[in-house]
C-alpha cells in the first residue's frame, strides 16, 4: 500500500500563486504541505513540462499549443505574470527541475499526465523515464495518474512499480473493474459526485481514496469522516489548518 498524506497542494498551492510553477510549490511547502500534485505535458520534441492547458495563452505569456513549441521557446516564457507582479519571471518547469526541487524540500508528489491528444502513450513513457532517472527509490514514492487510460496503460508496461493512481471526474459504474484492469493502487474522484459509499468501497476494495479538488473546510472535514485518504486542495495551509487535530 503507498502512503499519501492527508493533504496535497493541487498544482502547488493554486489559489496563492501561479499554478504548476516552482514558485507554487514552494508555496504549498510553506503552507504545510508534504506533496503537490501537478500536470505533465510533452513539448514539440518530447520533452516533459508541468502545465495544465494544451494552450500556453492562460498560464503564460506565450501564446498557442504546448504541443506546437520546443522546450527553449517554452522556457522563455513567464509564466508568473499573469498571477501577480510579485511572480514575474517563474517559468514552466520541467519535470527534472520540480523533482530536484521536491528533493531539496523533503516533498512528495503525485504526477498528472495529461497528455495532448494522440500523445497518450508517449506522455507516459517520457514522465516515467524521467521519474526512473531522476528520482531516488529512497525518496517518497509517488503517484502517477491521470485521466486517460492509454497513458495508465503506457505507465504499467513502462514501468510497472510506479503506482498508479485512477483519475475520473465521477465514478462511472465500471470503474471497479477499470482500476482492477489497470492495476491501479489509488483512486481520484472528484467531490462533486463522490457519494460515501463509493468511498467504503474504495476502502474495501483496498485502495487509496485521493480526492480533488476541495477547498472549502466543511467539506474536507466530511469527506474525512467518510473515509477519503488525501485532499487534493487549491489552498493546502487553509484546509490542512481545518483538518488538524
Ligand atoms: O489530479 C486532480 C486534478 O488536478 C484533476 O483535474 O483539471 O485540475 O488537472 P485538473
Ligand atoms: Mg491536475
Redo the contacts with the bound molecule.
Keep these: 500500500m503507498i502512503s499519501t498524506p492527508r493533504i496535497v497542494g ?2 502547488g498551492a493554486k489559489a496563492n500563486a501561479p499554478e504548476n510553477t516552482l514558485a507554487a510549490f514552494r508555496r504549498a511547502h510553506a503552507e504545510g504541505a508534504t506533496w503537490v ?1 501537478f ?1 505533465a505535458k510533452l513539448t514539440k520534441e518530447g520533452a516533459v513540462v508541468i502545465i ?1 492547458d494544451e494552450l500556453l495563452d492562460r498560464t503564460t505569456n506565450g501564446k498557442g499549443p504546448v504541443a506546437a513549441h520546443t522546450l527553449a521557446e517554452i522556457r522563455a516564457l513567464d509564466a508568473g505574470s499573469w498571477f501577480g507582479p510579485a511572480f514575474a519571471g517563474e517559468r514552466v518547469p520541467t519535470l527534472e527541475e520540480a523533482l530536484a526541487l521536491f528533493l531539496e524540500l523533503g516533498m512528495g508528489f ?1 504526477i ?1 499526465v ?1 497528455p495532448c491528444p494522440g500523445r497518450e502513450a508517449e506522455t507516459a513513457r517520457a514522465c516515467c523515464a524521467v521519474l526512473e532517472r531522476a528520482w531516488p527509490k529512497s525518496a517518497p514514492a509517488p503517484v502517477l ?1 491521470s ?1 486517460k487510460r492509454a497513458a495508465l496503460e503506457a505507465a504499467r508496461e513502462a514501468a510497472p512499480a510506479i503506482a498508479r493512481g485512477y ?1 475520473a471526474e465521477e465514478l462511472g459504474k465500471s470503474w471497479r473493474a477499470e482500476v482492477e484492469a489497470l492495476g491501479c493502487v489509488a483512486v ?1 474522484p ?1 467531490w462533486k459526485r463522490l457519494t460515501r459509499q463509493q468511498v467504503r468501497d474504495i476502502k474495501e476494495a483496498g485502495l487509496r481514496a ?1 480526492v ?2 476541495v477547498n472549502e473546510p466543511e467539506r474536507a472535514r466530511e469527506l474525512v469522516a467518510w473515509g477519503v485518504d488525501s485532499i ?1 486542495t487549491d489552498a493546502p495551509g487553509l484546509i490542512g489548518g481545518a483538518l488538524a487535530p
Design positions: 493541487h498544482r500534485e500536470d495544465h503525485n498528472e495529461k495518474s485521466f483519475l481520484h472528484g485521493l480533488w479538488t487534493i
